[in-house]
């Protein structure tokens, strides 16, 4: 009995100490927890170079065309840097091959820490179509995805070529539940709010190349996007644009 008691005291202790942390994550301020190096990487905290390339998470977004254009000295993160910033972490590379035919390189990381933040990460990196063709059909394996899309694992050899190419995307989903409330306060007032078909709400920040994408039921996490500002409109908000037109005409009609 007096175990037990002692055991439960323990646990309340415990929660105590854990509960600020845990309301920190939901609603205030994670970024007051951590030093100023790690407040940096925070994913609100946007950085543009002079040469229009965008720093979040502690990596460097290139522009695409600028991406595909690159030497090996050219300035920019590579896929093997954000590998090398979480290396408990196993990063999976693959093309994704679009139900039009499209074909990209994407990386993805299970779980990823920033201070206090957890959450999982996807990077996409620019490599030529020829390129790409021949790394699909070189793969270990195919699979489906939801969305109609294939997903081509790439081997050992053409995995470690692929490392070496820029990033110049990527999208981070954090573990915590943010509100738009909670986001406003750390990113400001977006340029431009969207709202597409089936309530999801896209906040877009132009001048730091982010869209911010929250589900209106709250059930889903909160998706945060990034490019160079250069790739924004044709890359980002074109093709939400068009999104939300599309599915206007639905909604009214409900």
Do not use: C
Not at 39 to 61: F, H, M, N, Q, Y
Not at 109 to 138: F, Y
């Amino acid at each position: 009995m007096i175990a037990a008691v002692l055991l439960l005291t323990l646990l309340g202790i415990v929660i105590a100490l854990l509960a600020p942390f845990a309301w920190q994550q939901l609603h205030g301020r994670p970024d007051e927890q951590v030093g100023d190096t790690l407040k940096r990487d925070l994913p609100w905290r946007v950085r543009i170079d002079a040469d229009g390339r965008s720093e979040v998470l502690g990596l460097t977004l290139t522009a695409r065309a600028a991406a595909l254009r690159a030497t090996g000295d050219t300035p920019g993160s590579r896929l093997r840097d954000a590998a090398a910033r979480w290396p408990s972490e196993v990063m999976e590379l693959g093309v994704l091959r679009a139900a039009d035919g499209t074909l990209s390189l994407e990386a993805f990381l299970t779980s990823i820490s920033i201070g206090p933040l957890q959450g999982k990460l996807v990077l996409s990196a620019s490599a030529d179509p020829d390129t790409l063709r021949a790394w699909a059909e070189q793969a270990v394996k195919g699979q489906a995805q939801a969305s109609g899309a294939q997903r081509f694992s790439l081997n050992a050899a053409d995995a470690a070529r692929a490392r070496e190419h820029l990033i110049d995307g990527l999208v981070f989903l954090p573990a915590a539940r943010l509100d738009e409330e909670a986001l406003v306060q750390r990113l400001g007032p977006p340029a431009e709010r969207l709202t597409e078909h089936g309530g999801t709400l896209d906040l877009l920040y132009p001048e730091r190349g982010l869209v911010v994408a929250l589900d209106a039921s709250g059930r889903s996490r909160v998706v945060m996007q990034y490019v160079a500002p250069a790739d924004f409109e044709t890359r980002l908000a074109a093709p939400l644009r068009a999104a939300a037109a599309a599915s206007a005409p639905a909604t009214a009609s409900n």
